[in-house]
């Protein structure tokens, strides 16, 4: 199952990556605009691993976790491996692929 959750899309995936690099946060992203952050929450720390590859893509691992923000409804995720992708949008002026500021 995917998930929506503002500018963020929260794919489900089979396995982990390698080389991935293990983060100390539970923050999938930041508004660069709002300053809002998209954040994992599970009843217990231990529930939630946050991970990072060498281009800076994330992905997570859950028992089972909620996603908020200030601005967004608060959903929930099943638990499962999800890699984050970032919505982006062309630029017809810079003649560039963006990603959406939130």
């Known amino acids: 199952m995917n998930y929506r959750h503002g500018d963020l899309m929260l794919k489900r995936i089979n396995k982990l990556p390698k080389k991935l690099k293990k983060l100390n946060h539970n923050v999938l992203a930041h508004g660069e605009t709002t300053g809002h952050r998209h954040v994992l929450v599970a ?17 997570f691992k859950t028992d089972g976790a909620t996603v908020r923000h200030e601005e967004h409804k608060t959903i929930t995720i099943e638990p499962g491996i999800y890699f984050v992708e970032h919505e982006q949008e062309y630029d017809p002026f810079s003649e560039e692929i963006k990603k959406v500021i939130d």
């Open 43 to 59: 009843e217990r720390e231990n529930m939630i691993e946050l991970f990072e590859d060498e281009q800076g893509r994330m992905y």
